[in-house]
């Protein structure tokens, strides 16, 4: 009841928000991780009862990045966009990548719950790593596919806003880095390594600072256009 009470609350800020600025709310920084606490919370009302650890995990990643939001520093305020981004394209590249975001991040909560029940003493710790396991794979698949959706959309936007499909932007080219990492974790066949569930799981742990250097660390160290 709390979790669906969280989306339906959240649900209904991101609505106030879309009528009061007459436009989708993933304008700025502080919008799309707003959005990005909304999708953890959609994710986690879906799955929740594939796994006791999606519901807590939903409510921490939420509150990490809404606490993100409100101490970063991009603006709350509703502000008029650039003319570029006022594109139907805008609100389909970023809430389509938002959610590949979103489900990286349960998968990196995941690993570390994974990784901490393997090194306890919990009498059914391989069977809790096996479903662990399972539902990463399964997060994996729409995740990697999102993202990669999300990039070709974002250069169908590209070249109708610059005429250019890829400019190797900063963000660009690491939203690609992050697509192919996140990928390689499919390749079982080609590296049997993948199949052992601990080294899956400290991969996609590790995996996660792509994400983290796409959204935040190219604004900080490069820049670009994004």
């Not at 106030?16 to 799309?32: D, K, S």
């Not at 993202?147 to 963000?171: F, H, Q």
């Not at 996609?204 to 983290?212: D, G, R, S």
């Amino acid at each position: 009841m709390a979790l669906f009470l969280s989306l339906l609350f959240h649900t209904t800020g991101i609505v106030l928000r879309w009528i009061i600025a007459g436009r989708i709310p993933l304008g700025n920084g502080y919008e799309t991780m707003q959005f990005l606490a909304w999708c953890v919370l959609l994710v986690s009302f879906i799955f929740r009862k594939e796994q006791d650890i999606i519901l807590p995990t939903g409510f921490l990643l939420s509150g990490f990045f809404l606490l993100v939001a409100y101490l970063g520093q991009s603006t709350p305020m509703i502000t008029p966009l650039m003319p570029v981004l006022l594109s139907p394209w805008l609100s389909v590249h970023v809430s389509v990548i938002m959610m590949s975001y979103a489900l990286f991040a349960f998968m990196l909560v995941l690993g570390v719950f994974a990784v901490s029940v393997n090194y306890s003493d919990m009498r059914d710790r391989e069977e809790q790593v096996e479903r662990v396991t399972l539902l990463s794979r399964l997060f994996l698949y729409p995740a990697v596919f999102l993202l990669g959706a999300g990039i070709c959309m974002g250069a169908v936007w590209a070249n109708v806003s610059w005429g250019r499909y890829w400019g190797w932007d900063p963000k660009e080219v690491w939203a690609l880095i992050t697509f192919m990492v996140y990928g390689a974790a499919f390749h079982v066949g080609s590296i049997p390594s993948f199949k052992r569930p601990l080294l899956f799981h400290w991969y996609l742990i590790f995996a996660f600072i792509t994400v983290v250097m796409t959204y935040f660390g190219v604004n900080w160290f490069f820049g670009g256009m994004h």
